[in-house]
């Protein structure tokens, strides 16, 4: 049964800062492509970070480059997204993907397993 178990939202103030992660259970963790995702109250699912399978190469959203920085630790079978200079446009809640493939790609139908999300409330 494949799992993916994100933890680390929270209620923070503007300008700071978070780590996000992702567990992943039941997938050969390093065949996998990663992304983070994030939908917001009323509006679509968009792509925010694509890491792929060696964690050398990634790929940003423009409104987080230079904030977000995508990771992964093969040996613990989790992804993370470090969130810094957190603004109330970031509130929403964030979804880790994995997708069994070589490829990064940034819509996510692109992708085959999502977790449940993690909600991050960012006030101003």
């Known amino acids: 049964q494949v799992q993916l178990v994100e933890s680390g939202g929270g209620l923070v103030q503007a300008g700071d800062s978070l780590r996000l992660s992702c567990a992943v259970s039941?997938?050969?963790?390093?065949?996998?492509?990663m992304g983070w995702f994030r939908q917001a109250p009323g509006k679509e699912r968009v792509f925010v970070a694509a890491?792929?399978?060696?964690?050398?190469?990634?790929r940003y959203a423009d409104s987080v480059k230079g904030r977000f920085t995508i990771s992964r630790d093969n040996a613990k079978n989790t992804v993370y997204l470090q969130v810094n200079s957190l603004n109330p446009e970031d509130t929403a809640v964030y979804f880790c993907?994995?997708?069994?493939?070589?490829?990064?790609?940034?819509?996510?139908?692109?992708?085959?397993?999502w977790g449940q999300g993690t909600q991050v409330t960012v006030a101003s």
């Open positions: 993907a994995a997708k069994d493939s070589t490829l990064v790609v940034t819509t996510p139908r692109g992708y085959d397993f």
């Open positions: 890491i792929d399978r060696s964690g050398g190469y990634a």
């Open positions: 039941g997938l050969t963790f390093s065949y996998c492509t």
